[in-house]
């Protein structure tokens, strides 16, 4: 399957209404790695002055709020949750262009979406994320915090898998050696939220094996 075919697929699924949603499967973590993600997870207000005032990413923040007008028509909402995307993505060590493809297959940018075994919110956390490195009032759909931990855990697979993204989006779906999400994700990210001016957005994770 092609770029352009995998690219229309994801189109294809968004105009139904329905996503390539999945669910993080539950693993024993050491007692320093979830001291880590722990830590990661904890709350704290997206300090906007500190990166969004520069020129690249006014920019940046000017060109995906354009093209997200028809998937979030509210503006000012948009806008939290543009500001929101590339604070959470870059403060893991992610592209926010690549988190803005992983939530469009994941949810199609439903705050609200809940999958089959209960993954939720816009970047679909499962719900055992929050016993294992959270707190029990942290609520999923709220968008702060489920930026908050999609970043965190697909961070935490990066760092598994060594770099190598395909892998580790494979691990974030539940679908680990299975083509189809990761290259689901990767075509959305590149058809649909790639920037010319990509000096806002980290790129600390390979695209390691691309699959086919």
Same mark, same amino acid.
């Given at each position: 399957?092609?770029?352009? +075919?995998?690219?229309?697929?994801?189109?294809?699924? &968004?105009?139904?209404?329905?996503?390539?949603?999945?669910?993080?499967?539950?693993?024993?973590?050491?007692?320093?790695?979830?001291?880590?993600?722990?830590?990661?997870?904890?709350?704290? /207000?997206?300090?906007?002055?500190? #990166? /969004? *005032?520069?020129?690249?990413?006014?920019? &940046?923040?000017? *060109?995906?709020?354009?093209?997200?007008?028809?998937?979030? @028509?509210?503006? *000012? #909402?948009?806008?939290? #949750?543009?500001?929101?995307?590339?604070?959470?993505?870059?403060?893991?060590?992610?592209?926010?262009?690549?988190?803005?493809?992983?939530?469009?297959?994941?949810?199609?940018?439903?705050?609200?979406?809940?999958?089959?075994?209960?993954?939720?919110?816009?970047?679909?956390?499962?719900?055992?994320?929050?016993?294992?490195?959270?707190?029990? +009032?942290?609520?999923? #759909?709220?968008?702060?915090?489920?930026?908050?931990?999609?970043?965190?855990?697909?961070?935490?697979?990066? +760092?598994? *898998? %060594?770099?190598?993204?395909? %892998?580790?989006?494979?691990?974030?779906?539940?679908?680990?050696?299975? @083509?189809?999400? @990761?290259?689901?994700?990767?075509? /959305? &990210?590149?058809?649909? &939220?790639?920037?010319?001016?990509?000096?806002?957005?980290?790129?600390?994770?390979?695209?390691?094996?691309?699959?086919?």
């Amino acid at each position: 399957m092609s770029l352009r +075919d995998i690219a229309g697929l994801v189109a294809g699924l &968004w105009m139904a209404g329905s996503a390539l949603a999945g669910g993080q499967i539950y693993e024993p973590l050491s007692a320093s790695v979830k001291s880590q993600l722990s830590k990661a997870v904890s709350d704290s /207000a997206v300090e906007r002055a500190a #990166f /969004a *005032e520069t020129p690249q990413v006014k920019a &940046w923040l000017a *060109e995906m709020n354009v093209r997200l007008i028809k998937r979030i @028509p509210d503006i *000012e #909402f948009r806008e939290d #949750f543009l500001n929101t995307v590339h604070y959470e993505a870059t403060r893991a060590g992610l592209d926010p262009e690549l988190m803005l493809g992983l939530i469009e297959v994941e949810s199609g940018f439903k705050k609200y979406a809940v999958s089959v075994v209960g993954a939720r919110g816009f970047t679909q956390v499962m719900p055992f994320w929050t016993k294992l490195i959270g707190a029990q +009032d942290h609520n999923l #759909f709220h968008l702060r915090t489920n930026l908050r931990y999609g970043a965190t855990i697909l961070r935490h697979y990066v +760092d598994i *898998e %060594r770099g190598d993204l395909f %892998r580790a989006l494979g691990r974030y779906n539940g679908s680990l050696g299975k @083509p189809e999400y @990761p290259n689901m994700v990767l075509a /959305a &990210w590149r058809s649909h &939220w790639t920037y010319a001016s990509d000096a806002s957005s980290p790129r600390q994770a390979s695209l390691g094996r691309k699959g086919s």
